[in-house]
């Protein structure tokens, strides 16, 4: 097993030197979190200087019109044209576009771009690591919401951080309700941490049941509006499963100190237990411009004004229950412990694999329990590559394409 890096690069306390956030680059900003971010940024009064998005030229578009950064990022030359028309046709004057690039390059360029002191790290998936290195080597603080970054990367981007002096913020709303439990007491007074999980769809189903189960029904989220492929790693449990290793390096934990429940209301984000036997929890409405608007703003928190509060009386809220994980029938968290102890280059396999065994998925070429059957393949194919330590990123992308090549060419056995 490697060894891990022992330096935080997460704010420890409420005086930890963080600087202000006052100019931002979103990574990301057509998706759910870039969208929900722009709000929190209209209403702090923050500055978007840059943005980076994929081929949604039309969202884009009002993005620009919207906030006028000065540096924009898309997919290609394609997605390119059609934004610079879309900003003619909203009147847009030659003066007021921005810069606008496409391509990997573009992106890391964004993610570094000279003004933005605040980068909020949106894009889903493995191509959101090399972003998230690039603001890391500039010393620029980061709002963490890709999970792969870590999953794929984490002792890589943390000794990025601590090189440059890069803060990382978690987003996520569990980590960000871990993090923030965590505030209240000294290093090193953890004992364990719990995240806490909706179930996704398919709570309590059998093996079996979840042959069955449609694209549909694995898209219908009980509590949150998401992504496609984040939500269906959420019915697969996948998501949970990175954010133990998530988890792992954002809080300097080892994976037996990590525990996940299910709790299906989605009121508690998640708990903190203590050494001398507390237990904490950040507990709140299923609302992702929370966790944004922490991270932006700390130490300091936003008075959101005459907003409806949590009504914690409500008999919708009133009772809470947690469960265990069924790892039988779900053995993505298995799969996470398994990979972080092996160390090396496994946890980008069972990313990978994910990823591409999702995509067969959502295209409907394989059943929904043979993403997993696929990732545990894949898991057993590539084991030598635990023995791979400290890689260049090119070589992670070699190797994140020969995993997610195997899975999609993968033949499913009856």
Known sequence: MVSRLSKSVVPGSLDALVPVT???????????IGRQTLEVAKEEGYRVLALAAGQNAKELAKQVARFQPQYVSVMDEKVKAELMERLRALSISQDSTPIIECGRSSVVRAAQWPDADTVVAAITGFAGLEPVLAAASSGKKIALANKESLVVAG??????????GAWILPVDSEHSAIWQCMLSSPPKSVRRVILTCSGGPFFQKTKDELNAVTLEEALAHPTWSMGGKITIDSATLMNKAFEIIEGCHLFDLPHTSIDVVIHRQSIVHSLVEFKDGALLAQA????????????LSFPHRSDRGARPVFDLLAKENATWRFQPVDEDVFPSLTYAREVYEAGGLMPLVL??????AVSRFMRQEIAFADIFWLIRRALCHFAQMADISAPLFDDMMIAHQRVIQYVMEERICP
């Open 22 to 32: 006052q100019n931002l680059s979103v990574l990301g900003s057509t998706g759910s």
């Open 155 to 164: 002792e890589m981007v943390k000794a990025l951080a601590a090189r440059t």
């Open 284 to 295: 709140g409405a299923p609302d992702m411009t929370v966790p944004i608007r922490y991270a």
């Open 351 to 356: 990313n990978a694999s994910n990823e591409a």
